[in-house]
């Protein structure tokens, strides 16, 4: 699982699960730093959803750093969005389970509660 290149905040990463860490990795859309866009109030941006974007932003502000050389990352699952610390990285090992793997497989991989 490598392309050379470095996942980021770029938004094109994907993940796998390597117990007892996530990594990200390039390509996909299953993996992001956790950071809010903000946007003018719109009809599909209205008020309600520019005030609870400021509440999300402030509670993820207040998260101390995590465990070194981990970054706290939105992962996108077959259940929801998934808060976590992650790795972003180049490569993972060949047995980690790829975000692409079925969902039995991965919700137990993550500890997907039902």
Do not use: Y
């Amino acid at each position: 699982m490598s392309n050379g290149k470095k996942c980021d905040s770029g938004g094109d990463c994907t993940f796998a699960v390597h117990p007892p860490v996530i990594i990200c990795l390039p390509g996909g859309s299953a993996c992001g730093l956790a950071v809010m866009a903000e946007a003018e109030i719109s009809p599909f941006h209205d008020q309600t959803l520019a005030d609870a974007t400021q509440q999300i932003k402030q509670v993820l502000a207040r998260i101390p750093p995590g465990p070194e050389g981990s970054h706290l990352s939105f992962l996108r699952t077959p259940r929801g969005i998934l808060l976590a610390w992650a790795h972003h990285r180049a490569e993972a090992p060949p047995d980690a389970v790829p975000a692409t793997a079925d969902e039995k497989t991965l919700s137990k991989a993550l500890g997907l509660k039902h």
